[in-house]
């Protein structure tokens, strides 16, 4: 596709079910970043890839977070023993260079709700 | 910690008229700057980009600039229309911290 796609687009999970979050970054795309939104916030920064490796995971709010990009394209963001504060709109966004001085192109997000 | 903050909150003008959108930062060191735009239900549409060698950019009814010793962004949107209304968004830096946006809307 043209854009970048996130799936699934919603996700309801029980309380402690463990959740996968798929990316899928513009073709060519070097940087990829995943974020988390709360409703009426700004997009918070959770990790950011450079082809596979993942250079910084500063913001990922426990050792529940994981994410991976094993061949530098599609990314996977899984949350483990999900909790309530998880719920939130994950987003993905993907750039053609390596720094934040190119355009950054999001996908539409994937709406977790935890009940 | 780098914090933004994006004035006004929302702002709801006549179709037409020129607005001015806020973005501040408290480490002024910021290189690179992007508004985007955020529909209901929908990810974020970069608007515009400024990188570290410019000072402002333009792309149509839309002007951006940015003030790097203040760490001050002005989003200006001339001529607002109705398909204007929508959260508008400011991120920079490394890791693109985002302030909480300003909600537009532009009535008939």
């Known amino acids: 596709g043209a854009g970048v796609s996130q799936s699934p687009r919603y996700k309801v999970a029980k309380r402690g079910q463990d959740v996968a979050l798929r990316c899928d970054p513009i073709s060519g795309h070097v940087s990829l970043f995943w974020y988390q939104q709360a409703l009426g916030q700004g997009p918070e920064f959770l990790t950011y890839f450079q082809n596979e490796a993942q250079l910084d995971k500063s913001g990922l709010p426990s050792d529940r977070f994981f994410a991976e990009r094993p061949e530098g394209s599609v990314s996977t963001l899984k949350i483990q023993r999900t909790q309530q504060e998880d719920s939130a709109v994950y987003l993905c966004?993907?750039?053609?260079?390596?720094?934040?001085?190119?355009?950054?192109?999001f996908g539409e997000g994937s709406w977790l709700t935890v009940v | 910690k780098q914090e933004v903050t994006q004035i006004p909150a929302a702002l709801s003008v006549p179709e037409g008229e020129n607005l001015v959108l806020n973005c501040s930062f408290t480490d002024s060191a910021i290189y690179n700057l992007q508004w985007f735009r955020q529909d209901p239900g929908k990810g974020l549409t970069s608007l515009l980009l400024?990188?570290?060698?410019?000072r402002e950019q333009t792309s149509g009814r839309l002007n951006a600039s940015l003030d790097k010793s203040s760490g001050r962004s002005t989003l200006y949107i001339a001529a607002s229309q109705p398909g204007d209304s929508a959260t508008y968004l400011c991120g920079g830096g490394n890791k693109l911290t985002f302030g909480t946006g300003t909600q537009l809307k532009v009535e008939l």
């Open positions: 966004a993907s750039s053609f260079g390596r720094s934040s001085g190119n355009t950054i192109y």
């Open positions: 400024i990188q570290s060698s410019q």
